[in-house]
């Protein structure tokens, strides 16, 4: 990962959360909520009894599905003259999108802000080195066949947003504890062994939010909402932050599961970027880090029939995961996913199994939708998201997948497990959000037919 400048917010935890916390006052100001299907009402009577929740890297909606036919996708682009961040820039095609992308690109807090652009939706060009327009491209059904299959049967979410601006490692405390405890960057490296809560030489950006005062929190996200009125609001916001170390205590999902007796498991490689629950203390010195194993250990407890109730899922470093940049090839991460989608498809479990697939932030992709200003931390630009269930609502595409433009982010996962189990939320955040309603038809029977996924011939790309 490419430390840029960054930074983030979430709501205060609803309980449980740093002693002295205040709530956040929300704003909200996207664009009107698109339509969507009337929700599924999501409870412990609800037939699904696994959800999986696969966590892949860096891509906007746009940059995976801008073309797909329905979906409120952009196939052009708005630009900024990035030496005057008044001035915008021209409207560009997006171009078609290698399997094996040349450098990573910005996708941190601040070139999450300078992306948005206070809702303009054209500073992507400017967030890696001067114009560059490598996030301005997009693949389609020819390039990207095992998602777009996925899509014609099951549910695209089109205003599925990143819970945060950046980057990855804030996203990811995200999907397991809707908030990131006001850290706003990716963790330090060096040549420590380990990392996380096994490296006490990793620190990290946070706003400390135990501290904030509603006023503070007013001028932030004033701050951000007129990121281009002055180069020095970036900076001004950069001026909130403190150093903490990559190794926190706040209340995970994974705690309310096991409180409740409810099986679980983190199927995650230790020392990654992306395995959140290696940076909550109590669960990395504690009894629930058994839990937490490596990715292919779930093949076996799918053939097993052992699949726990709720499960994370998260890729391999390298291709499996997508990130660009570094020589990893998409095309090899879609044959990754096709290996365990089909395990998840063929096993006993599928009938009653709700799989939701993400990337865990935009990447540096260009999107053309203004995200929801919820707090200070975000929402950030939209992430593709496929949710795959026997349960999952009919559409009018002919192998009956649908679109689902309900607004949502990663704690709307987070709320549906919650829902489905009768737990009380972590934070606001997961307590606002939609339990992933619009993608769920429960009054019809399961539609167990899957998509024939094959693996790719990647030798030429």
Known sequence: ???????????????????????????????????????????????????IFLVKENHSFDNYFGKYPGADGATVGKTLQCDNHLAPGPTVPLTPAPYVYPHDLGHAFDPGLISIDGGKMDGFNCVTLGNDLTGYTQFDRSTLPVYWSLADRFVLADHFFTSMFGPTFPEHLYTVAAQSYGIVDNKSTSNHQGSYCDDPTEYTKRFPIERLSPDDIHTIMDLEDHRDDDPANLYKIAQYWVDTRTCVDIPTLPDKLEKAGITWKYYAEPNIWMNALQAIR??????????????????????????????????????????????????????????????IFQSDAWRSTAVVMVWDDFGGFYDHVKPPHYDIMGL????????????????????????????????????????????????????????????????????????KLKPLDCSGT
């Open 1 to 51: 990962m490419v430390a840029f400048l960054v930074a983030a917010w979430q709501f205060w935890p609803s309980s449980g959360g740093a002693s002295g916390a205040r709530p956040t006052h929300s704003r909200t100001t996207s664009s009107p909520r698109p339509s969507s299907p009337t929700p599924a009402q999501v409870g412990p009577d609800s037939p699904i009894k696994h959800v």
């Open 282 to 343: 109590h669960i990395r010195f504690g009894p629930l880090w058994s839990k937490v194993q490596p990715p292919d250990t779930i093949l076996k407890d799918l053939q097993n029939d052992t699949l726990p109730a709720v499960s994370w899922l998260i890729p391999p470093d390298g291709s499996p995961n997508e990130h660009p940049g570094a020589g990893v090839n998409i095309c090899d991460g879609m044959n990754w996913s096709v290996q365990y989608l089909n395990a």
């Open 380 to 451: 950030g630009p939209r992430t593709p998201a496929l949710i795959m269930s026997p349960y999952t609502r009919a559409g009018d595409n002919p192998d009956g997948g649908s679109i689902d433009s309900t607004v949502y982010e990663f704690s709307s996962v987070l709320k549906f497990i919650e829902d489905l189990h009768g737990l009380k939320p972590l934070t606001e955040r997961d307590a606002q959000a939609s339990p992933l309603a619009g993608a769920f038809d429960f009054s019809q029977p399961p539609r167990l037919e899957v998509p």
